[in-house]
């Protein structure tokens, strides 16, 4: 039988894996509905509305899938199932909005299929969630580029 996932979500960036370049590797999902037709978007953690799932892949993750995933848990409470790799997304931020806070990072998407949302999960204290059509997602995301990347490279019905 698969162990529980945590309950405890990850702070920090010790176990944080860089890319050549010192750029901080982001593992994040596009959550799909079984038909295609609704995206889950959770409340970001700062200022930004409604995001997907993502965060710093860590030394002790064998891959960014299984960082992805983990974050999926984490931040939505959701147990996925990766369907395809929708590959890696450059930060586009400009110079000032790059800080020692919010490092120059690259993204790696994933598109999942949700197989269970549970309603207590790590961050459920301090994040909802809703599942969203492509048009409203396009809308939350506008003023995050890679997010809207990776959410118009997956198969989600527009």
Same mark, same amino acid.
């Given at each position: *039988?698969?162990?529980? %996932?945590? *309950?405890?979500? @990850?702070?920090?960036?010790?176990?944080?894996?860089?890319? $050549?370049?010192?750029?901080?590797?982001? $593992?994040?999902?596009? +959550?799909?509905?079984?038909?295609?037709?609704?995206?889950? *978007?959770?409340?970001? !953690?700062?200022?930004?509305?409604?995001? /997907?799932?993502?965060?710093?892949?860590?030394?002790?993750?064998?891959? +960014?899938?299984? $960082? !992805?995933?983990?974050?999926?848990?984490?931040?939505?409470?959701?147990?996925?199932?990766?369907?395809?790799? /929708?590959?890696?997304? #450059?930060?586009?931020? %400009?110079? +000032?909005?790059?800080?020692?806070?919010? +490092?120059?990072?690259?993204?790696?998407?994933?598109?999942?299929?949700?197989?269970?949302?549970?309603? #207590?999960? %790590?961050?459920?204290?301090? @994040?909802?969630?809703?599942?969203?059509?492509?048009?409203?997602?396009?809308?939350?995301? $506008?003023?995050?580029?890679?997010?809207?990347?990776? /959410?118009?490279?997956?198969?989600? #019905?527009?």
């Amino acid at each position: *039988m698969a162990q529980a %996932p945590s *309950m405890v979500s @990850r702070v920090g960036r010790t176990n944080q894996r860089y890319g $050549a370049m010192g750029e901080r590797l982001v $593992a994040g999902v596009v +959550p799909l509905s079984a038909d295609k037709t609704k995206v889950l *978007m959770i409340q970001s !953690a700062g200022p930004g509305g409604w995001v /997907l799932p993502k965060g710093g892949w860590e030394l002790d993750e064998a891959t +960014p899938q299984q $960082a !992805a995933c983990r974050e999926a848990w984490e931040e939505a409470g959701v147990i996925c199932s990766i369907k395809a790799d /929708l590959g890696q997304i #450059k930060d586009t931020r %400009p110079p +000032p909005s790059v800080t020692p806070q919010a +490092p120059k990072a690259s993204y790696h998407f994933f598109e999942v299929t949700v197989d269970r949302e549970e309603s #207590k999960w %790590p961050e459920s204290h301090k @994040r909802t969630r809703r599942w969203v059509s492509f048009a409203e997602a396009e809308i939350a995301l $506008a003023n995050r580029p890679e997010l809207l990347e990776a /959410l118009r490279r997956s198969s989600m #019905k527009r």
